[in-house]
């Protein structure tokens, strides 16, 4: 069954750079596309990147030119960097396959990591 290990998050003040790491399990990790999500206080989750198997990935264009996708399929870990942060990048991030996993017809969240940024 999948697993999904978020870790990397803290408190950063704008400008700051952070590296969220994902690590999965029970899966086979490199066919997949892989994204990372954030649900920021009141608000819905929200689509942030997405790295598809081959290669390719897309970013929101809240982030675009700050945040780097990145995988290690030998690791079965997805990577996200983040640069310039700004307050509005505080949230929960999570990571998840692009569309979300699925277990018994309910989509499976990790725990996620929090991302504040603030001075």
């Known amino acids: 069954q999948v697993q999904l290990v978020e870790s990397g998050g803290g408190l950063v003040q704008p400008g700051g750079s952070l590296r969220l790491s994902c690590a999965a399990s029970?899966?086979?990790?490199?066919?997949?596309?892989m994204a990372w999500y954030r649900q920021a206080p009141g608000k819905q989750r929200e689509l942030v990147a997405t790295l598809a198997s081959g290669g390719s990935a897309d970013y929101a264009d809240s982030v675009k030119g700050r945040f780097t996708i990145s995988r290690d399929n030998a690791k079965s870990t997805v990577y996200l960097q983040m640069n310039s942060l700004k307050p509005e990048d505080t949230a929960v991030y999570y990571c998840n396959r692009w569309p979300p996993f699925r277990v018994s017809g309910v989509a499976y969240w990790g725990q996620g990591t929090r991302v504040t940024v603030s001075s």
């Open positions: 029970g899966i086979t990790f490199s066919g997949y596309n």
